[in-house]
């Protein structure tokens, strides 16, 4: 019967032709841990079912956090769907709350979507962006003092000098980005390092930056262009750095700003009232070429992109991607003639017009 011990001969010393009834049944309750008060759902020797997870959070093969798993799983992992501190999760199940995706501190994920976050450390860097542009803004008038002719303009004096700094700053960070990661060239949406991601969200502080200095000190019918620009332009920026995605996209865009290093310089030297020397007339070459590659065949290029992309690309992301492309192009071709007009078939009317706006 079960449970009491069989005392016949042949019991105490079977014979090696008789099988051994359960020998690994037998050392099973050794490797089981026993359940402690409170524990449920534990599964128990005798009824052989898989071991599986419980209300604490453990499985039967994990008796406590500090030990070593002990189940077959590949590598030491606990076999069961459990949450033991050492196991991967599997195919189809999400990380954890708060765990750092796989690569670059992206936020976790699931099955290839992206999980909610409460807040982004991007946003951080979008603050700490907004003051520090802010009070460059403050100090450039010690910096750099406006010459004579700039001094009915301290604002815009100073306003230049930022975007300037901006400017340098970012689009030599692209190039740089697309140096030292050359995946970023290849996977425009998922690759995201984070100096390419704080880059982004540097760019996003300095244009809301530049959007609330020019709202405090400019008429709303000079500046309602820029001021819907960098409305698109947050939010494209904002969308990659919230989502950590179309990082390398928003990388590309930044290339612009190489172009607008000699854009800002040429309104300096206006301000400064140096247009006829070799300085502006050599800055208005370099300004028209670098116009043409890194901003129109850049925005081109891009749009291009997403028109081939659009079965990958989410339908509101493709569709505010489509719209920004669609202000951007028509925006950058009026200034390139108004560019050409004025540098190369430009009047005395034309120049007095331009410095006083």
């Given amino acids: 019967m079960p449970g009491k011990a069989d005392t016949s001969p042949g019991a105490q010393f079977p014979s090696s032709r008789s099988p051994c009834p359960t020998p690994r049944r037998e050392a099973l309750p050794l490797r089981v841990r026993i359940p402690a008060r409170g524990d449920a759902g534990t599964a128990s020797p005798s009824s052989g079912a898989a071991p599986g ?3 604490r959070g ?7 956090p500090g030990d070593a798993h002990r189940g077959r799983g590949r590598a030491g992992r606990c076999p069961g769907r459990c949450r033991c501190p050492g196991r991967a999760p599997g195919l189809g199940e999400a990380d954890p709350v708060g765990q750092r995706g796989r690569s670059h501190g992206s936020p976790g994920k699931a099955a290839g979507r992206w999980m909610p976050m409460a807040f982004s450390p991007g946003l951080l ?25 700039a001094r009915r303009n301290r604002w815009k004096w100073r306003n230049i000098w930022t975007s300037l700094a901006h400017s340098v700053l970012s689009g030599g960070g692209a190039l740089a980005g697309f140096y030292l990661h050359p995946e970023l060239s290849k996977d425009l949406v998922g690759t995201h390092p984070p100096g390419a991601h704080s880059l982004v969200a540097v760019s996003v ?7 609330v200095d020019m709202l405090c000190n400019q008429k709303l019918h000079q500046s309602w262009e820029l001021l819907f620009h960098h409305s698109v332009v947050i939010v494209c920026f904002g969308i990659a750095v919230l ?17 607008s290093i000699f854009l800002h310089l040429r309104q300096i030297l206006l ?6 020397t070799t300085c502006y007339r050599l800055n208005s ?7 043409v590659v890194f901003r129109i065949a850049t925005l081109a290029w891009m749009t291009h992109w997403l028109f081939l992309n659009r079965q990958n690309v989410p339908p509101a992301t493709y569709a505010v991607g489509t719209v920004g492309m669609a202000i951007m192009t028509p925006m950058n071709i009026i200034l390139f003639y108004r560019l050409l007009r004025s540098d ?3 009047s005395r009317r034309d120049v007095q017009r331009e410095k006083e706006e």
């Fill in 53 to 55: 997870p419980s209300p």
């Fill in 58 to 64: 453990r499985c039967s093969l994990c008796p406590r």
């Fill in 125 to 149: 860097v979008v603050a700490g962006s907004f003051a520090a542009f802010r009070l460059l803004n403050r100090g450039l008038e010690r910096l750099v003092p406006p010459p004579p002719s």
């Fill in 205 to 211: 502080g300095y244009f809301l930056e530049d959007f």
């Fill in 243 to 259: 989502l950590h995605q179309y990082v390398g996209f928003a990388l590309v865009a930044l290339l612009v700003e190489i172009n």
């Fill in 271 to 276: 301000m400064a009232n140096l247009v006829h």
């Fill in 285 to 291: 070459v370099i300004n028209l070429g670098t116009y």
């Fill in 344 to 346: 190369f078939f430009k």
